[in-house]
């Protein structure tokens, strides 16, 4: 079975450019998260949706950051305009709701000097 | 809002000694509680979970973990620990709560095995 997938696996850019990660969850899952790791602050729920639509962005950092799933197979997560210190790495992961456990992408690591 | 405490950001143990990685929850109802292993540059991997069914739960590469209620605990161990053992190790949780899925995670123990 196809994992989640996330894309790009690894991606430098330049401060103040647009970033953009994309990811699709596990068939047939409806709730889908991001997540951010970092050394400073460990692993933190960013957002999650379920059926599409956003519960809970409480963890989004700031404005630059916003998370769409126009459907339910895709979703993105958006940094505009970046910063140095959202270097990171960000994972997506997806679950059932008749399910009670979380399956995460492989990562999207993040550098933005 | 539910929450993990994982005690010890570090631990060492030589190859062969016993893992034990500790972790404290709190949660306003019965929780299920998750351990996810993370290799280098590698995602999370589901090692092992408790769902309310037996409280000694087993997982995958001889790791398991007891559910104690009345220590709010969910420590994981293993008798002998071996070099491939060498990953960050993550303590979950979630509440049982139809349609709310959201899990919180632990700070993470990272574990070193010494030859």
């Known amino acids: 079975d196809a994992g989640v997938i996330q894309s790009p696996r690894h991606e430098v850019t330049e401060m103040g450019q647009e970033v953009t990660l994309r990811c699709k969850p596990i068939?047939?899952?409806?709730?889908l998260f991001w997540y951010r790791q970092t050394m400073m602050r460990g692993l933190e729920l960013l957002i999650y949706f379920n059926n599409n639509v956003p519960i809970d962005d409480s963890g989004m950092p700031e404005d630059r950051f916003s998370a769409k799933m126009p459907n339910a197979s895709f979703s993105t997560l958006k940094i505009q305009p970046s910063e140095p210190r959202d270097s990171a790495v960000y994972f997506c992961a997806s679950s059932q709701s008749s399910g009670n456990t979380i399956y995460f992408g492989e990562g999207s690591w993040l550098t933005v000097v | 809002a539910q929450s993990v405490t994982q005690l010890g950001s570090h631990v060492s143990v030589s190859e062969g000694a016993l893992v034990l990685l500790r972790c404290n929850y709190s949660?306003?109802?019965?929780?299920?509680l998750f351990w996810y292993v993370q290799y280098p540059n590698q995602g999370l991997q589901l090692l092992l979970k408790?769902?309310?069914?037996?409280?000694l739960v087993k997982g995958i590469n001889g790791f398991e973990a007891e559910f104690k209620k009345s220590e709010t605990s969910f420590h994981l161990t293993k008798p002998s620990a071996h070099m491939s053992d060498a990953a960050e190790y993550f303590c979950a949780v979630s509440q049982r709560i139809l349609g709310n899925n959201d899990m919180r995670f632990g700070a993470g123990t990272r574990l070193t095995v010494k030859p």
């Open positions: 068939s047939g899952h409806d709730y």
């Open positions: 408790y769902t309310s069914a037996a409280t």
């Open positions: 949660s306003s109802v019965p929780p299920y």
